[in-house]
């Protein structure tokens, strides 16, 4: 009888055990991927996410069907549409690697239990993670609250198995049941089409990720311990949305870069790096598992007293990239061309909305949510609660970047800020972070017209982290 896999965020061929454990079994396969924007709960993909989705399942039809296995496409409730096309298929074994998330594993469970009673044998396994959620645990029996005693205590809790390779012999069914069309999805913008910028940047699909990899490891990888720093260098791996998707896997990521380690390529201290950098994603994860409502709710309760101030027009400015700092706006501006941006601007951004404008960070994991390609649950509302100072093992609250020092520090040359603010270009470098300090004939001789080609500060830094300061004070007393 034959198998169906059921595809969600892992698409790719390679180490994935759910589809490894079929392939071992011989039966002929057909795979499956539900677009479930019905299920409650369920939080819907942002715009960028969903273009990404487009083009990545493109790719993995195009790759199953080199296999003989079609792809079936289906919108709606995956409780009715899994158990609907296991049966139209007459499937004996279904299986799938599980999704981190409440809501995810409550709907997997109820379809488990749905296919197990109707004779269907579910096998289901962890891929999308390095440890399963639940099994790295400190003295208390949680896992460990802080980054570090979680890295030490992941790293005793096993060693982990080499990836497995993509199956040789595969067999898909002869005829499969119905789908959708990939267009009947509607995932990628129509009128106006805003993803000439995403499409520019990327390649999606478990080969381009591949491809990634072996790129970062030749030229990125060594130096990445302090490269990974500079927005205006190009030292990290922007795997993030293929890991978002599952086109390659962190074990995939971990075993590569420890075998370049071992063959003499790279040193070892930068692998080290970013092995943890892998561990932070294990780390938000592992959160996301015990506390399901990190998007919403402040991991610190004593945050629940912070006086946010509602500005919608503010926080509009910071969206577009018009705040006046060039740091920040550059950041900004990627993410809305590129569907990236780069860590280190990721928390000056961050740190810029939250304790600069003393926006609700949830209003800023909102529309990274809707404008990056590799947007998750775990990680985005992870790391603004951490800049935000609300989160597990957080910047402390005093920590207010200065986005004019980080960027006179790590975009030294102000290339990232050319890149992204071009009417700021003709600036010399030492000016370029703080257009507003330029003598009024260097202004004009470049061009700008301050408050009218490019904004004055929205705010003044000082200032501005002296009333940051005064806010967190309702923090404390609530502590
Ligand atoms: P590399 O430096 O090449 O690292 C490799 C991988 O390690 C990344 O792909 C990622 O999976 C993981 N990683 C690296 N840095 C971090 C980190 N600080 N925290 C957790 N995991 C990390 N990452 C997301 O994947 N999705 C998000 O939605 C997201 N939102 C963020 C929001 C804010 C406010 C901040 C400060 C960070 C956010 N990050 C998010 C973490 C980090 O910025 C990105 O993972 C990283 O920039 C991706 O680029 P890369 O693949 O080149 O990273």
Redesign the pocket.
């Given at each position: 009888a034959p198998s169906l896999l059921w595809f969600r965020d892992d698409l790719r061929l390679a180490d994935n055990p759910a589809l490894n454990a079929l392939a071992e079994t011989g039966a002929p396969i057909a795979a499956l991927y539900v677009l479930d924007e019905d299920s409650p709960h369920i939080r819907p993909l942002g715009g960028a996410s969903r273009w990404w989705l487009a083009q990545s399942l493109r790719t993995l039809k195009a790759d199953l069907s080199h296999h003989g296995i079609p792809l079936i496409l289906r919108q709606g409730p995956a409780t009715r549409i899994v158990p609907e096309v296991a049966s139209a298929l007459g499937a004996a074994t279904v299986a799938f690697n599980d999704r981190p998330g409440e809501a995810e594993g409550k709907l997997d469970r109820a379809i488990t239990s749905r296919l197990n009673a109707e004779d269907r044998r579910v096998l289901r396994f962890c891929a999308h993670l390095l440890h399963p959620p639940g099994t790295v645990l400190g003295g208390s029996g949680r896992m460990p609250r802080t980054f570090s005693s979680f890295h030490r205590a992941a790293l005793r809790e096993r060693d982990l198995s080499p990836p497995l390779p993509a199956p040789k012999h595969l067999k898909g069914v002869a005829r499969a049941p119905e789908g959708d069309t990939l267009e009947s999805f509607a995932l990628e913008p129509e009128k106006p089409d805003w993803a000439g910028g995403l499409r520019a940047a990327w390649n999606v699909g478990e080969a381009a990720a591949r491809q990634r990899l072996s790129a970062?490891i030749d030229d990125g990888l060594k130096g990445?311990a302090t490269g990974?720093d500079r927005p205006d260098l190009d030292h990290?791996?922007?795997?993030?949305p293929h890991?978002?998707f599952g086109e390659i896997s962190?074990r995939q990521?971990l075993f590569a870069v420890r075998h370049a380690v071992d063959a003499g390529e790279v040193p070892g201290s930068d692998a080290a790096k970013?092995e943890a950098?892998?561990y932070?994603?294990e780390?938000?994860y592992h959160l996301l598992a015990e506390e399901p409502d990190i998007a919403q709710r402040n991991i610190q309760p004593n945050f629940d007293a912070f006086p946010w101030r509602e500005c919608s027009g503010e926080l509009k400015a910071w969206r577009r990239g018009l705040t006046g700092y060039p740091l920040v706006d550059a950041g900004m501006r990627q993410l809305w061309q590129t569907g990236?941006?780069?860590?280190r601007v990721?928390?000056v951004v961050?740190s810029f909305l939250a304790k600069h404008l003393l926006i609700d960070w949830r209003g800023?994991e909102d529309w990274?949510?809707d404008t990056?390609v590799?947007?998750?649950a775990a990680?985005?509302a992870?790391?603004?609660q951490?800049?935000a100072g609300s989160g597990l093992d957080a910047a402390p609250y005093f920590r207010i970047f200065n986005p004019v020092t980080q960027g006179e520090k790590f975009d030294p040359e102000g290339t990232y800020v050319h890149t992204f603010v071009p009417e700021l270009k003709r600036l010399p470098a030492k000016l370029i972070h703080q257009p507003w300090t330029a003598p009024q004939d260097t202004l004009a001789a470049a061009g700008i017209r301050l408050g009218h080609t490019y904004p004055k500060p929205l705010v003044d830094h000082a200032a501005a982290r002296d009333r940051a300061l005064r806010a967190f004070e309702h923090v404390r007393k609530a502590a």
């Open positions: 970062f990445y990974r990290v791996s922007r795997l993030s890991l978002r962190p990521l970013f950098e892998l932070w994603r780390f938000s990236w941006m780069h860590n990721r928390m961050a800023g990274f949510w990056l590799d947007a998750d990680n985005n992870a790391s603004w951490w800049v």
